[in-house]
């Protein structure tokens, strides 16, 4: 007899079926016993009426892996309206010890630390597992969506000679007795790539080593990124960039039980994000609060929420563009705005008060490269590899970097970063 799963139960009313899954739960009233088998599409409901499987099943410790042979029968009040009856249940490997929570229950009762500790057995939880459902989806909408405008997905490296932006936020590695780094993005590839494909993507791992212990950073992320030249500046990206939003919300949709059972509350995209200038954003937070941001380079997070709340209120939109960022702020191959002095093409996206992207127009001249790096104190040393490139005719270019978790985080209303990423890095967390 094959195999099916839970959710194909409504296909073979009246038949005798065969399930493997987890014990997720049991319990009995009335001299009949109720298990539920979860697997990796649901739950299933099944009626155990022998006293000796009822004695089997109180004994086996929850979480055990299991195999049912029963036949599928309609019931109103079972989950998913069908239940298994006449049941024979065999166990494939017995758990040695009950789970640290209760997993059938609507949420974990337990602090974040001990989830995290446990994750091996807290992401089997229906919630949390769906949190990382629509972290795939979202995945697989970036990639259509990019597929289908003529991107082509590369790999670039995760161990790097040179660190990708300014900064000491790297881990530094001994590479057969050479220092190394782990990639901070795979920005400067990406952008080298440009050169060959003209419009490229990736979707991979990316390290910072700041010390931040927050609920929206973490050591260890994935990041969406996406590269494309020929770009009149940093619009035709944004373009791009609201295209993959779409996408990626669209496809988070079609898993309506993730959906549900995370609480995700899906966004509308507007045809266009609303977009406002650095120094605009900060006058409108000035004169709302009486700050005086003018020396400020950056938005704080609290300026992120403040904006998001204005754009609703002034826009209808959760999202907002701001562009034109401090040339000081941006790194080295940011291209500056030729209109403004001091600022940049360089753009971020605010989704719910939170910054979710980083973006704009790069660099593509060799002598504009050389000349950033001199008024930063800094030489083409080391990075000849990369510069190489712009020696040889590469267009105006630009792209984007989503990161997976925050904007997950954001979908479900998350407190934390760490609640939809499978095993988180931090500052202080380097297992499980």
């Given at each position: 007899m094959g195999r099916i799963y839970t959710d194909e139960l409504d296909e073979h009313a009246g038949h005798r079926v065969r399930l493997l899954g987890w014990l997720h739960r049991f319990r009995e009233l009335g001299g009949v016993g109720f298990a539920v088998l979860r697997d990796a599409r649901g739950i299933a409901q099944i009626v155990v009426r022998s006293r000796s499987d009822r004695e089997d099943l109180e004994r086996l410790p929850l979480e055990s892996a299991i195999e049912v042979e029963a036949e599928v029968r309609e019931h109103e009040q079972a989950p998913g309206g069908f239940e298994l009856v006449e049941p024979r249940i065999e166990t494939v490997a017995a758990a040695l010890d009950p789970p640290p929570f209760d997993l059938f229950r609507p949420v974990i009762r337990a602090q974040l630390p001990t989830i995290l500790d446990h994750a091996a057995l807290s992401l089997r939880h229906p919630v949390r597992r769906a949190a990382l459902t629509l972290s795939a989806a979202s995945v697989a909408g970036f990639r259509a969506c990019l597929r289908s405008q003529g991107f082509t997905e590369v790999f670039t490296p995760k161990t790097v000679g040179t660190s990708?932006?300014?900064?000491?936020?790297?881990f530094e590695l001994d590479y057969f007795g050479r220092p190394a780094y782990l990639a901070q993005s795979p920005q400067l590839y990406k952008q080298l790539l440009v050169g060959v494909f003209e419009r490229v993507f990736e979707v991979g791992p990316?390290?910072?080593?700041?010390?931040?212990?927050?609920?929206?950073?973490?050591?260890?992320?994935?990041?969406?990124?996406?590269?494309?030249?020929?770009?009149?500046?940093?619009?035709?990206?944004i373009t791009v960039l609201r295209s993959s939003i779409a996408s990626m919300t669209a496809f988070a949709a079609e898993e309506g039980e993730a959906v549900e059972l995370a609480g995700a509350q899906l966004p509308d995209v507007p045809d266009g994000f609303p977009v406002l200038h650095f120094a605009d954003a900060q006058a409108l937070v000035s004169d709302a609060t009486g700050e005086d941001l003018?020396?400020?380079?950056?938005?704080?997070?609290?300026?992120?929420?403040?904006?998001?709340?204005?754009?609703?209120?002034?826009?209808?939109?959760?999202?907002?563009?701001?562009?034109?960022?401090?040339?000081?702020?941006?790194?080295?191959?940011?291209?500056?705005?030729?209109?403004?002095p001091g600022f940049t093409r360089g753009f971020d996206l605010l989704f719910r008060g939170l910054e979710i992207v980083t973006g704009g127009q790069r660099l593509h001249r060799y002598e504009d490269y050389v000349a950033a790096l001199t008024s930063r104190g800094e030489t083409v040393e080391g990075l000849e590899w990369y510069l190489e490139a712009f020696r040889h005719g590469m267009p105006p270019h630009g792209g984007f970097a989503i990161g997976l978790e925050r904007w997950v985080a954001q979908l479900i209303g998350a407190a934390n970063v760490r609640d939809v990423r499978a095993f988180p890095r931090d500052v202080t967390r380097l297992k499980p």
């Open positions: 990708t932006e300014s900064g000491a936020n790297v990316v390290f910072r080593a700041e010390p931040h212990d927050t609920t929206r950073h973490l050591s260890e992320y994935v990041s969406l990124d996406a590269e494309m030249g020929f770009v009149g500046d940093e619009s035709d990206v003018s020396e400020e380079l950056d938005l704080a997070p609290t300026h992120e929420r403040w904006l998001c709340e204005w754009a609703v209120r002034e826009h209808g939109s959760e999202f907002l563009i701001v562009t034109g960022f401090p040339l000081a702020k941006r790194p080295f191959y940011t291209h500056p705005d030729p209109s403004r």
